[in-house]
């Protein structure tokens, strides 16, 4: 039977709500009829929604509205990872909001989804300060339907396979969007002394330009959680966004508004997985920690010049003094 021979509320109806967004994509390329049922706003909606529940929220909606395509144009930004070489361009006119559109899940479990609008007005006192999203106030919890039970070890190792996020960033001025998450955790450590559970969520991108001068760096997510030893009930105590430099240190307002708009911009390609972002961000860790050694050894052989030229000026001192 021929494509065409299929009633098109059925093809609508019990086919394509059946496709995910990477399937239907392609399918709509290979027909002009199955482009035009394809494009149907309601299916790109109900997928957006089934992946992340976060689009929901009005805020969302009112700004994936103005997108090109409305929600394949969202699908089309928010689900590939751009791509990880940047070129920043600081003349970009700066956008004075940002929205989070924020979804964890543990298995098929969401444990917690929120939308944040963040002001990114250039003022000085932004452009100045280090840039950082928190989507929790201190000493806030949220609590979950996901329970865990025995032993510790094999509860950190659940989170690290099973625990996925997305975190996605919304332009409303140049109607772009992109996930700089990368999925699933790239480290997971214990905090020691609050023994709470610390899973960090990254993409790295090697930025060239006027800005960062061919430096990597790091959309970096942390996301602290707990389990109540009452009930093993796990808990979310803590999320947020920073952008940090080679170093590990936090970019202004100004610098990490360049590096995000550029990754809204920059070219989209089909992800690698987890398994490469976790290489790229131990790869940043590595060059990282070469750093360091290399300032720290510049340092000794600073403190030895230094060491070196009080001696001779103490001995010339004396010398002239005594004679």
């Known amino acids: ?3 065409t021979e299929i009633h098109q509320d059925i093809i609508q109806t019990n086919i394509l709500t059946r496709l995910d967004g990477q399937t239907l994509a392609s399918a709509g390329c290979t027909s002009s009829l199955l482009q035009s049922l394809c494009s149907d706003e309601k299916l790109w909606s109900n997928i957006c929604s089934s992946n992340w529940p976060s689009t929901d929220e009005a805020l969302v909606n009112q700004a994936i509205s103005n997108f090109p395509s409305g929600y394949r144009s969202f699908f089309s930004d928010s689900f590939p990872s751009p791509s990880h070489r940047l070129t920043t361009i600081s003349s970009q006119p700066q956008t004075s909001q940002i929205i989070s559109s924020v979804d964890l899940r543990y298995h098929d479990k969401l444990v917690f989804s929120k939308v944040e609008s963040t002001n990114t007005t250039p003022n000085d006192w932004f452009q100045s300060s280090p840039f950082r999203i928190d989507l929790l106030e201190p000493k806030e ?3 979950s339907v996901v329970k865990f039970s025995g032993d510790e070890q094999v509860m950190q190792s659940n989170l690290e396979k099973h625990m996925t996020l ?9 109607n772009r969007a992109v996930n700089v998450s990368s999925k699933k955790p790239v ?10 559970i610390e ?5 790295v991108a090697l930025s060239g330009g006027s800005v960062h001068d061919n430096y990597y760096v790091n959309c970096n997510i942390e996301i602290t959680c707990g389990v109540k030893r009452t009930c093993g009930e796990l808990y979310v105590s803590g999320m947020s ?15 990490s508004m360049v590096t995000l708009q550029g990754l ?4 989209r390609r089909s992800s690698g997985g987890g398994d490469e972002l976790k290489e790229r961000y131990e790869e940043y860790i590595q060059k990282r920690r070469e750093r360091k050694e290399m300032m720290e050894r510049r340092e000794r052989r600073l403190d030895m010049v230094c060491v070196a ?4 000026f103490l001995m010339a001192f004396w010398s002239f003094a005594l004679y």
């Open 187 to 196: 480290s997971v450590q214990r905090n020691w002394l609050t023994d709470e």
């Open 1 to 3: 039977m021929a494509l």
């Open 241 to 255: 966004l920073t952008v940090q430099d080679i170093d590990g240190k936090c970019l202004n307002g100004k610098n």
């Open 166 to 174: 997305s975190w996605i960033l919304i332009d409303p001025v140049q």
């Open 141 to 143: 919890l949220i609590p």
């Open 309 to 312: 030229g009080g001696v001779v």
């Open 264 to 267: 809204t911009a920059a070219e």
């Open 199 to 203: 899973l960090t969520f990254s993409f």
